[in-house]
């Protein structure tokens, strides 16, 4: 289930093949991720994401708990 700009809910079926992986940025209304350019070989993965930086929710409210979190 993935948010539309206009804030609706949005089905979202797509087949991942094996070796390949389904990319999203982390600004839904402007990050330009699988949702517009496909799958990504993973071979072309050149970095991971090791700290949260800055979280909201939904509701556009700051969540302080997640600022710095290291991720797994």
């Given at each position: 289930?993935?948010w539309r700009?206009?804030?609706?809910?949005?089905?979202l079926?797509t087949?991942?093949?094996?070796?390949?992986?389904f990319?999203?940025?982390?600004?839904?209304?402007?990050?330009?991720?699988?949702?517009?350019f496909?799958?990504l070989?993973?071979?072309?993965?050149?970095?991971?994401?090791?700290?949260?930086w800055?979280?909201?929710?939904?509701?556009n409210?700051?969540?302080?708990?997640?600022?710095?979190?290291?991720?797994?």
């Amino acid at each position: 289930m993935l948010w539309r700009k206009d804030g609706k809910r949005e089905q979202l079926s797509t087949v991942v093949p094996n070796g390949h992986v389904f990319v999203l940025g982390d600004n839904r209304d402007a990050s330009q991720d699988s949702r517009a350019f496909g799958v990504l070989p993973i071979a072309d993965v050149t970095a991971l994401a090791r700290q949260v930086w800055f979280s909201v929710s939904a509701e556009n409210d700051l969540r302080l708990r997640r600022t710095g979190t290291l991720l797994d």
